[in-house]
């Protein structure tokens, strides 16, 4: 749902780093780091949540037992019947799971040092990426069961097109929010310590130009000393 207002997705954790969340979940699959850039790092890796399956294989257990039951039935006609319906449902129900697990398998939530990405999909992809600097909020709510399950909203509001991502059922939202907040400071030190440099050599170009201006040094020294500035 590239461009959509919102995207609900279920989620739980890998983190393959460092911080509070590092130590707790490994993910079936991780993101491929073929579709990171250079020098970008992950600091988290989620997959959907385990509540994300369970409807589909909590049916597919139920149709396991009516079928188990069914064949305990006899030979009647309608033990037939019976038979009949319960191999329909169960062949439904492996049908959701399964397509279900695949979707889980397939699905990212990735917060890495410079953007959160979302990407889900096999065959029809669909991706999500704000970058860290363009974050403008992340904001997360629980009611009292996603409280219980550990699970809640997280939604993202971005300087972007889509204006604000909003995901459902983050299995801890507040610990997930607290590492968005803690990337995007480290994102912008970063930054940060890349301009600070070439402002300073504007500085100090701007200081020899006038000091050449005034005279108190020659075209020559000029020269030499901007070349010594910019290495």
């Known amino acids: 749902m590239v461009g959509a207002p919102s995207l609900l997705v279920t989620w739980s954790r890998y983190c393959p780093g460092e911080g509070p ?3 707790h979940y490994s993910a079936a699959m991780p993101f491929p780091r073929r579709l990171l850039n250079d020098f970008e790092t992950v600091r ?5 949540h385990w509540w994300y399956i369970t409807p589909p294989f909590s049916a597919f257990a139920v ?3 009516l079928m188990i039951y069914a064949l305990t039935l006899g030979d009647s006609s309608g033990a037939k019947a019976v038979k009949i319906i319960a191999v329909i449902l169960l062949v439904i129900a492996g049908m959701w799971a399964l397509s279900r697990y695949v979707r889980w398998y397939t699905t990212y939530f990735v917060v890495t040092s410079d953007r959160v990405i979302f990407r889900q999909g096999v065959l029809r992809k669909v991706g999500v990426q704000i970058p860290l600097e363009r974050v403008n909020n992340v904001n997360f709510s629980q009611t009292i069961f996603e409280r219980m399950l550990g699970a809640g909203d997280l939604l993202i509001e971005s300087g972007g097109e889509d204006g604000a991502q909003r995901f459902t059922d983050i299995k801890h ?3 997930v929010t607290n590492e968005i907040h803690a990337a995007m400071e ?3 030190r970063t930054s940060r310590g890349y301009s600070a440099p070439q402002a300073d050599y ?12 005034r005279g108190s040094i020659s075209e020559d020294e000029f020269q030499e000393q901007k070349r010594r500035l910019l290495g």
């Open 21 to 23: 969340l590092a130590a």
């Open 44 to 48: 988290l890796d989620l997959h959907p």
């Open 63 to 65: 149709t396991v037992a």
């Open 173 to 175: 939202p507040d610990e």
């Open 186 to 188: 480290d994102n912008d």
């Open 202 to 213: 504007v500085d100090q170009l701007e200081r020899l130009e006038a000091m050449r201006d």
